[in-house]
């Protein structure tokens, strides 16, 4: 999606990327970082049938919570400025 504000056209996520100084969500050692959605998913579909409905719903709550998370560092910056 591009959006004209201010004279740009820049992608809106761009633009916000821009004004977070630094990543608000700090990588936990412990684990991997997955390539993409879709290893997510391939982890989730070699569940037990009965299991991948929790391992879903964890994956979705973990990315709005990531979600959410940039929304109030964009916000907190958007109040500071």
């Known amino acids: 999606m591009v959006a004209e504000v201010e004279g740009s056209t820049a992608p809106i996520a761009e633009r916000h990327f821009r004004m977070i100084d630094s990543n608000p969500l700090p990588k936990q050692a412990l ?3 997955p390539a ?3 290893q997510i998913e391939a982890m989730i579909e070699g569940m037990p049938r009965a299991q ?3 391992g879903y719903t ?3 709550m ?3 919570y990531a979600s959410q ?3 109030t560092e964009i916000s907190k910056k958007k ?3």
């Open 69 to 71: 998370v940039i929304d």
């Open 31 to 33: 684990f991997a970082t």
């Open 52 to 54: 991948r409905g929790i």
């Open 62 to 64: 973990t990315w709005n």
């Open 79 to 81: 109040e500071s400025n």
């Open 58 to 60: 964890i994956a979705a």
């Open 36 to 38: 993409d959605f879709k």
